[in-house]
């Protein structure tokens, strides 16, 4: 089946405790995407990947890192979070990076809630 | 940069009726794609529709329709004979054709719907 997955599903932790939230995608998506979903914000995106090693911020970078080393992967790690980050995340992944032909649509995990105390 | 604008922040329909969720848009492009997102209480974000901005249909799946207005600006998604499994919070999104390989979308605040029995 077809599909992106993120683990944890919820995870709660401490202010400075360095945490990753896992992503892998079976479709062999190039692209691959960051995003964190907040009350009355909506989804706004973190980070991004348009293939292995290449990897650049997004809207609310700050606080975050990520690594493309394989195609299927897209780690997300915080290295010293705090309360701040308290959100649902979300990994996403496409076929395709952009561009006026490229209707394909994010295809997302399930969502990782994060809360940091 | 583009902003998705969800006024309304919860509706409420009776089941085998017909809702219609508003999304307007801001943005100096005439090129871009329009999503809309269901998200249930499962916390997935389930692609329910997407409309290409240089087609002058509107796109339809199923129960689902929309009615784009270019020059409006305008993106509102119609639910035809609502069931109990239609309640979820619905989430506008666009994205830009000129981001590079970016597949980034832009979205709305969300709007819970709920489903009277």
């Known amino acids: 089946e077809a599909q992106v997955t993120q683990n944890p599903r919820y995870l709660i932790t401490v202010t400075g405790k360095k945490l990753t939230v896992t992503c892998s995608q079976n479709m062999n998506h190039e692209y691959m995407s960051w995003y964190r979903q907040d009350p009355g914000l909506g989804l706004r995106q973190i980070y991004y990947?348009?293939?292995?090693?290449?990897?650049d911020k997004g809207d609310v970078p700050e606080g975050y890192k990520v690594s493309r080393k394989e195609k299927r992967n897209f780690p997300l790690i915080l290295e010293s979070p705090s309360p701040n980050q308290t959100s649902l995340y979300f990994c996403?992944?496409?076929?395709?990076?952009?561009?006026?032909?490229?209707?394909?649509?994010?295809?997302f995990g399930n969502g990782t809630r994060l809360t940091v105390t | 940069a583009q902003t998705v604008t969800q006024s309304q922040p919860e509706m409420s329909v009776q089941e085998a009726e017909t809702v219609t969720l508003s999304c307007t848009y801001d943005t100096s492009e005439s090129d871009y794609y329009l999503f809309w997102y269901k998200q249930p209480p499962s916390r997935q974000m389930i692609l329910v529709i997407r409309q290409e901005a240089y087609k002058q249909q509107n796109a339809t799946e199923n129960r689902f329709s929309v009615n784009f207005q270019k020059a409006a600006k305008s993106f509102s998604l119609k639910i035809s004979d609502s069931q109990l499994g239609d309640a979820a919070m619905y989430f506008c999104?666009?994205?830009?054709?000129?981001?590079?390989?970016?597949?980034?979308?832009?979205f709305g605040k969300g709007i819970t719907l709920s489903v009277r029995p």
């Open positions: 990947s348009m293939n292995v090693e290449v990897t």
């Open positions: 999104a666009y994205r830009s054709v000129f981001n590079g390989a970016n597949s980034k979308l832009t």
């Open positions: 996403a992944s496409t076929r395709l990076g952009g561009g006026l032909l490229d209707n394909s649509p994010l295809h």
